[in-house]
Structures are given as C-alpha cells and as structure tokens.
T-cell receptor, first 112, second 115 residues
C-alpha cells in the first residue's frame, strides 16, 4: 500500500464546477498535511496547509479526518487557471525530520 | 519574500563531466532540501540539511554530493552521472525542518539532461 494515495484522474470539469479531491495516508503518526499544486514543467507550489479543524482560502477548502486518515480538497467555481496537478503531502511520521511524503498527484483540467 | 532561486535553469552534461547545481534562499530558513523529479512522478527526497548539517541522505548514489556552505546556500555536485539521472532537480527550504506545519517552499528547479 502506498504511503499517500490519490486518485490520479484526470478530472475534466467545466468552468464554474465544484470539484473534490481525496487523499488517504497510511502512517497514523503523521502530523502535518499540505496540498501543493504543480503546473506542467514547473515546481510544486504550496496551496494550503491542512488543519484538523478544516480551513478555507477563498475558493479552496481543505479538510482532515485523522481517525480515517483522510484529507480532502474542495475547489469551488473552478477557473481555467486551476488546471494543474494537485499533490497531497504529509509528513513522514512523528519525527521532526522535515521529510515529506508525496502522493502521486491528481490532474485537474478545467475546460471552457 | 517566499523565494528560492536555483541555477542553472537547464544543464546538459556528459557522463564524464563534473557540474554543480546551486540553490539560494534569503528567508532565514534553516532547513534545505534536494529533490529529484521524473516526468509524471512526484518529487523524491534526496537530501535534507538542517542547521547546515546533513540530516537525511535517502541512500543517494555517491555520484551526487551535497554541500551546504552556509544557511542560505545549498549545492549539489554531480560527477559521473548516468542517463537515467536526467530529471528535474528541485531545491526547497523550510523554517527549521521540524515542528508542525513546517511548510516547504520550492525553487524553480534545474532541468538536467545527461547524455
């Protein structure tokens, strides 16, 4: 079983749609959780950290369920510029090494 | 300023060459990272420096040699690489490499081709 699992997609949605990505992680000791987005041939950019209480940043909402070891990202009112690969990222267990575990990424294509 | 810079942007080298990749950040971060990313795959961690000391080496072949001259700079020295080492090499930095929500910020990467 992969340490961080995501549906690779692609998710093809029209502009204005709401889309949700899910992610599960295997290590219950993981402490920090993030969503990064990566455009083609560019570096990953931090989209948002994911907090236990859930958090929102504009059109983006992230949720964490520690009991189910499940993370989600909801994008409302999709824009063409949201087309990218979304990486679910967790820290490697409880040790504070800075080591991150990346999911394989979910590809989103927003169409006009 | 959440900026990590990397040079060069592109590098083509032969299997007998020696070259170096450079990374710089001026955010006061004390942890710096090297990742390797192949097409359509997520980044793979190679090395972590924390407070200028190597804290993680993910069993990387010795033809890759990291160096952290000071808290703002990170180098990756390359020697006798193989064609399969061709990839995007990403540098990242974070506040301290420890603690909750220690967010990592990535540089634009060096796209390396080994002939």
């Amino acid at each position: 079983r992969k340490e961080v699992e995501q549906d690779p997609g692609p998710f093809n949605v029209p502009e204005g749609a709401t889309v949700a990505f899910n992610c599960t992680y295997s290590n219950s000791a993981s402490q920090s959780f993030f969503w990064y987005r990566q455009d083609c041939r560019k570096e990953p950019k931090l989209l948002m950290s994911v907090y236990s209480s859930g958090n929102e940043d504009g059109r983006f909402t992230a949720q964490l369920n520690r009991a189910s070891q499940y993370i989600s990202l909801l994008i409302r009112d999709s824009k063409l510029s949201d087309s990218a690969t979304y990486l679910c990222v967790v820290t490697a267990g409880s040790s504070n090494t800075g080591k991150l575990i990346f999911g394989q990424g979910t590809t989103l294509q927003v169409k006009p | 300023d959440t900026e990590v810079t990397q040079t060069p942007k592109h590098l083509v080298m032969g299997m007998t060459n020696k070259k170096s990749l450079k990374c710089e950040q001026h955010m006061g971060h004390r942890a710096m990272y090297w990742y390797k990313q192949k097409a359509k795959k997520p980044p793979e961690l190679m090395f972590v420096y924390s407070y200028e000391k190597l804290s993680i080496n993910e069993s990387v072949p010795s033809r890759f040699s990291p160096e952290c001259p000071n808290s703002s700079l990170l180098n990756l020295h390359l020697h006798a690489l193989q064609p399969e080492d061709s990839a995007l090499y990403l540098c990242a930095s974070s506040l301290a490499g420890q603690g909750l929500r220690d967010e990592q910020f990535f540089g634009p990467g060096t796209r390396l081709t080994v002939l």
